[in-house]
Every structure is written in C-alpha cells, then in structure tokens.
C-alpha cells in the first residue's frame, strides 16, 4: 500500500522522526532522497506575570469586608450611602471588645506606668495606632469603591477628634508617648580651602631651594 501526501508530489510524505517542534519531509527525485524540514510558526505570546498584591492590599481588603459586614448585620440594616461619621464610631467602639491592649483607669493604682508589676481589672482595647491605621486603610477604601472624598465619613471631624482623643488617654494611661521623634538635622561638616599643612611644608621647601 502506497502512502500518499497531500502535496502535488506522490513521493512526498511527512515524517514524524526529528522532534516535535519540526515537520520532516521525504522526496525523491530520480531515485535521490531529499530529506527537508519545515518548522512551524507560533502565535503564542507570553502570558503577563501575575502581580501579588501587596500586605497593605490585602489588609485593606479584609478590613473593608469586616466593616461591611457590620454594617449588613447592623440593626436596623445600613447601607454604605447612609453610613455616617457616628456609624464610625459605633463601629470603632464594637471593636474594642477584641482589643488586646491594657489601658488602666483613672483610679488604678498603675495609672502611668508603662510596666505595670502586678495584674489589674482595667479593660483591654484597642491600641490608638491600630485605629488610627484602621482608618486608614477604610478611608481610601471608601474612596475606591466609588465613594466621594468630600462624603467620606472615615474622614468627617467626629471621628479625627475621636483618635485625638483616644491617643491622649492610652497616652497618659499607658505611661506612653506617641509623640513622634522629630529626626536631628544632620550637621555639615565644613570644608576647608586652605591646603593641609604636609602641601605648606613641600611648598616652603621648594622655595628655599631656589
């Protein structure tokens, strides 16, 4: 049985013995074997590398999942276009009870000490930079899913003096300070024009020799 290609030549077939990115082709001509290769074109391109997103992305994902979520189980429900500044502090305030940071009352004898040396009653919260990162993080996700800056309510007063206010307590609560350190500025060192005084004495050497 003769095999038959489907070129104009009955003597061409192709052959599968070199790999598989070629397509060998057997002729004959006057008894003469004529081996050639073609190798196929491809229109595959590169597929584009899959950008991670970021600790800060996804941080920020979750924590705007978590406030919609209070808001969906709020009572009654509320929707974002009717959430307000003091939706936010509601919403600052339910988290406190997962807080993990000690912040002593005014009438706890370790009121002021950044090292308490015993145990005391005084709550857990949470710490001032947590909500002030919180915040955050909820004000530009606000603005993302398509909210105006100008109606942000992570950005309204209520709240800025709400953190102004809870800054100032863990503050004298804790013992601690959140001022932040102001960085010294470095100090120049001045350059010298006049020559160093190993160049003085080659000069006054040569003079004394002419």
């Known amino acids: 049985m003769d095999l ?25 001509n006057n008894n003469n074997i004529i081996i050639g290769t073609v190798t196929p074109t491809s229109s595959t391109t590169t597929p584009p590398l899959s950008t991670t997103p970021s600790r800060y992305e996804n941080q920020k994902r979750r924590d705007w999942n978590t406030f919609c979520q209070y808001l969906r189980n709020h009572r009654p429900p509320l929707s974002l276009s009717m959430c307000s500044g003091a939706h936010v502090l509601e919403f600052l305030r339910y988290l406190d ?25 005084c709550p857990l919260r ?4 947590s909500l002030d990162a919180l915040i955050g993080r909820l004000r530009a996700a606000y603005e993302e899913h398509g909210g105006k800056a100008e109606g942000n309510p992570f950005g309204a007063r209520a709240v800025r003096i709400y953190l102004r206010e809870v800054r100032d307590f863990q503050s004298k609560a804790r013992g601690v300070s959140y001022e932040k350190k102001r960085k010294r500025p470095k100090q120049k060192v001045a350059v010298s024009s006049a020559p160093p005084p190993a160049i003085l004495a080659d000069v006054t050497a040569a003079k004394s020799t002419i």
């Not at 949470?126 to 930079?129: N, S, Y």
Request: with cysteine; aromatic share 10%.
């Open 4 to 28: 038959v290609s489907p070129q104009n030549n009955p003597n061409n077939y192709p052959s599968p013995i070199v790999g598989s990115n070629t397509i060998a082709t057997i002729a004959t």
């Open 97 to 121: 009870q997962f807080g993990k940071t000690k912040v002593h009352n005014q009438t706890c004898p370790f009121f002021g000490l950044p090292n308490p040396p015993a145990p005391c009653p």
């Open 126 to 129: 949470q710490a001032w930079g």
